[in-house]
T-cell receptor
Framework: DTEVTQTPKHLVMGMTNKKSLKCEQH?????MYWYKQKAKKPPELMFV???????INESVPSRFSPECPNSSLLNLHLHALQPEDSALYLC????????????FGSGTRLTVV | TQLLEQSPQFLSIQEGENLTVYCNSS?????LQWYRQEPGEGPVLLVT?????EVKKLKRLTFQFGDARKDSSLHITAAQPGDTGLYLC????????????FGPGTSLSVIP
């Protein structure tokens, strides 16, 4: 299995809702990442988990809450989002460090209404 | 602050033409990665270059890492419509190899 699987593919949520994005990989990768990508822009790093521990938080607002239940799973819990949080949310993994490249999932297209 | 710049920002060419996309920085990178992203999908890793002066080929795509490890280029020979997409270069920060930054991307359109 050489894939990163993200669910759901599309999500529409209201500003008072709570939802979660899920990411799964079975490649034995030890680092997992959340990126946010707005239209016509490059991905922007949000969080890095290394060996199931949060190692980088790029000053992301607390309405985004990451969780790594085990080495294969990564969740992003969403609460009280704003319309400007609408974007493509990408999960990625790498064998250890990020300097040899990532495997990305297809992303979750999030719309906040 | 390490930054990556890419040029051109947009490129529209006819099928069969050749093209080169550039990725530049004023900082040294330990490695650089190239990705292609299609609309609504995640980026797909094409190659990682690690050694200064390194050249890697992937079918019609040729990647080069500058001798000083501050720049890289992607050359496509005889472009095809399937090459259409957003080409992103990326590299790890000196402060943390877990933190990979992306250039702004080159949007390529190959017209049949």
């Amino acid at each position: 299995d050489t894939e990163v699987t993200q669910t759901p593919k599309h999500l529409v949520m209201g500003m008072t809702n709570k939802k979660s994005l899920k990411c799964e990989q079975h490649m034995g990768h030890r680092a997992m990442y959340w990126y946010k990508q707005k239209a016509k822009k490059p991905p922007e790093l949000m969080f890095v988990y290394s060996y199931e521990k949060l190692s980088i938080n790029e000053s992301v607002p607390s309405r985004f809450s990451p969780e790594c239940p085990n080495s294969s799973l990564l969740n992003l819990h969403l609460h009280a989002l704003q319309p400007e949080d609408s974007a493509l949310y990408l999960c990625a993994s790498s064998p250890d460090r990020g300097d040899y490249g990532y495997t990305f999932g297809s992303g979750t297209r999030l719309t906040v209404v | 602050t390490q930054l990556l710049e890419q040029s051109p920002q947009f490129l529209s060419i006819q099928e069969g033409e050749n093209l080169t996309v550039y990725c530049n920085s004023s900082s040294v990178f330990s490695s650089l990665q190239w990705y292609r992203q299609e609309p609504g999908e995640g980026p797909v890793l094409l190659v990682t270059v690690v050694t200064g002066g390194e050249v890697k080929k992937l079918k019609r795509l040729t990647f080069q890492f500058g001798d000083a490890r501050k720049d890289s280029s992607l050359h496509i020979t005889a472009a095809q419509p399937g090459d259409t997409g957003l080409y992103l270069c990326a590299g790890p920060m000196k402060t943390s190899y877990d933190k990979v930054i992306f250039g702004p991307g080159t949007s390529l359109s190959v017209i049949p």
